[in-house]
């Protein structure tokens, strides 16, 4: 299995907390990326990283940020959560160009109440 | 506006019945379609990519298949183990990516 873990592994939150998600590596894989499962919407893009400091935005990026200050490490942030970003997120790693296979993490479950 | 569509949403099999998932896609300039492999409460686990209209790949029991619009997961004789939701995702230019909904497949003994 790909070195990748996520933490935490389970969040329950209040509307308006800031949430931070993290996701590390131990493969040095140049791309990283964050997404979200819903029921009938499947995976969705959020933001996404080409290497340390440099991201772009995904099909859901709204409402999300991210930062990459490490290689090994990406960081997905709720500045104020809304119930609506209830998902299940899952970080994902490639290892050059993104032509190149994902591998997943074990996932986030997030609960915005 | 880029879109991928699987169907059926759900399959039931018996162990041995061969059958086939479908990935139909509008994207341009697709730069590669990947299957995923999904069981209960974990991430997609990576099956195959394809890059080219024609191209085939095979792993065990799974066959993946390529044309211009769509896609197909051939399952040869499939086994219980093989009961998860089957994922299918293009890559556009930008280096975004477009999943399905997937396909349940229930393999019965």
């Known amino acids: 299995d790909a070195g990748i873990t996520q933490s935490p592994r389970h969040k329950v939150t209040e509307t308006g907390t800031p949430v ?3 996701c590390h590596q131990t493969e040095n894989h140049r791309y990283m990326y964050w997404y979200r499962q819903d029921p009938g919407h499947g995976l969705r893009l959020i933001h996404y990283s080409y290497g340390v400091k440099d991201t772009d935005k995904g099909e859901v ?3 999300y940020s991210v930062s990459r200050s490490k290689t090994e490490d ?3 942030t709720l500045e104020s959560a809304t119930s609506s970003q209830t998902s299940v997120y899952f970080c994902a790693i490639s290892e050059s160009t993104g032509t190149d296979e994902q591998f ?3 996932g986030t479950r997030l609960t915005v109440l | 506006e880029d879109q991928v569509t699987q169907s059926p949403e759900a399959l039931r099999l018996q162990e041995g019945e061969s059958s ?3 990935c139909s896609y509008t994207v341009s300039g697709l730069r590669g379609l990947f299957w995923y492999r999904q069981d209960p409460g974990k991430g997609p686990e990576f099956l195959f990519t394809l890059y080219s209209a024609g191209e085939e790949k095979e792993k065990e029991r ?3 298949t390529l044309t211009k619009k769509e896609s197909f997961l051939h399952i040869t004789a499939p086994k219980p183990e093989d009961s998860a939701t089957y994922l299918c995702a293009v890559q556009a230019p930008g280096n975004q990516f477009y999943f399905g909904t997937g396909t349940s497949l229930t393999v019965i003994p």
């Open chain 1, 20 to 22: 931070t998600l993290r």
């Open chain 2, 20 to 22: 086939s998932l479908n």
């Open chain 2, 62 to 64: 799974l066959k993946a």
């Open chain 1, 61 to 63: 990026s709204d409402g």
């Open chain 1, 74 to 76: 990406f960081l997905l």
């Open chain 1, 104 to 106: 997943f993490g074990p």
